[in-house]
């Protein structure tokens, strides 16, 4: 399949950075209102061979990527390199907790990393010196000579009357409260998506900037513009798969022993339309692999992963998008 960037400029707050599961979601109700349900069907019943099959990583802040689980040195190393530099014992201990820290790389940082040119020593050197080729702020590890300053969010956290999912009603005047994020202006979301008909998408994505990605649209949340960037190129020389969504395996695809992953759980609902409402839209809580896990694949094949049922709806069946999105 064929890889693309696309796009996300808010039209203003979020409530937090859309991930694979809820744009997965998106996308499927933006499919559904502008082909029809049938076509929906169609496509989520016969995924894996359909012709407009797809895979969608996790929105990152344009310019960012989740930086891979990497043991950045052992506890030898980093004494080696401690003696070396002249740090030592609490010091030492305080400094290197930051390659802990690293959630992030900024682009080139990443591209270097596929390509197999990024030192995991020098990183950790940089990072006890301060000095050198790569720079630690914010969670970022990034080059020396690169400004990250606009990659910042800022949360907010306010509140508003509690409503009954059930009854659609508010009851005995509960507030709920949430919090909202906010990046800077000038500054924009993406994600990438694996197509062989990127066609077929190009409409969906103008659909999708009138619809929202996530919840709390009604009230101002999750608007974003949407629009495909073009193709996207690296290279990579490195044996690792780099995780950039939420994964739920088949436990054949992959060398645990030889894999570096993190394990999430987590409950999303169904979108609240008409034909659900005063339903149950919560569905079952579910157990992924978490962005940044470096896996280890056994199998050559575009799609890993599964999307499984997690809840029916009268004669609809929900499915949550377990699809593993690789690099």
């Known amino acids: 399949m064929n890889l693309y960037k696309v796009n996300l400029t808010p039209y203003g ?6 991930d694979s599961q809820t744009l997965f979601g998106t996308i499927c109700w933006a499919i559904r209102d502008l082909y029809g349900e049938k076509e929906l069907e169609d496509l989520l019943d016969n995924f894996m061979t359909h012709e407009n099959r797809f895979i969608i990583s996790s929105a990152f802040m344009d310019g960012l990527f989740k930086a891979p689980i990497i043991i950045w040195a052992t506890l030898e190393e980093l004494i080696q ?8 014992g609490s010091a030492l201990s305080r400094k290197s907790k ?3 820290k690293i959630g992030y790389f900024t682009e080139r940082v990443f591209k270097d990393y596929l390509k197999g040119k990024l030192n995991r020593l020098e990183v950790a050197k940089s990072i006890i010196t301060g000095k050198g ?16 300053k606009k990659y910042k969010l800022r949360e907010e956290h306010t509140r508003r009357n509690m409503i009954n999912r059930f009854s659609g009603t508010t009851e005995g005047g509960e507030l709920y409260y949430y919090h909202r994020v906010f990046i800077q202006e000038g500054t924009k979301l993406y994600f990438l998506i694996k197509t062989e008909e990127i066609d077929y998408f190009k409409p969906i994505f103008r659909l999708m900037s009138d619809m929202g990605i996530g919840g709390d649209k009604s009230v101002g949340a999750n608007n974003f513009k949407v629009e495909l960037a073009g193709e996207f190129n690296y290279e990579k020389a490195i044996k690792e798969n780099i995780l950039l969504s939420k994964y739920i395996p088949n436990y054949e695809e992959v060398d645990w022993e030889n894999s570096l992953f993190t394990i ?10 008409d034909e659900f409402f005063s339903e149950n839209i919560f569905k ?8 940044g896990s470096t896996i280890v694949l056994k199998e050559d ?8 049922v997690v809840k029916e709806i009268g004669e609809k069946k929900i499915r949550n998008n377990g699809l593993g999105f690789f690099l």
């Not at 080729?133 to 990250?148: K, P, R, S, T, V």
């Not at 079952?284 to 962005?291: F, K, Q, R």
Request: charge should be negative; glycine fraction near 10%.
């Open 284 to 291: 079952d809580e579910i157990i992924y692999i978490s962005e």
């Open 264 to 273: 999430g759980v987590g409950a999303y609902r169904v979108e609240s339309r």
């Open 81 to 88: 390199i401690g003696n070396k530099v002249g740090v030592q």
């Open 98 to 100: 930051a390659l802990k």
């Open 133 to 148: 080729a790569y720079a630690f702020q914010n969670g970022i590890l990034h080059y020396n000579d690169e400004d990250i």
């Open 13 to 18: 707050s979020m409530t937090t950075i859309p």
């Open 301 to 308: 094949k575009d799609i890993y992963g599964r999307m499984p």
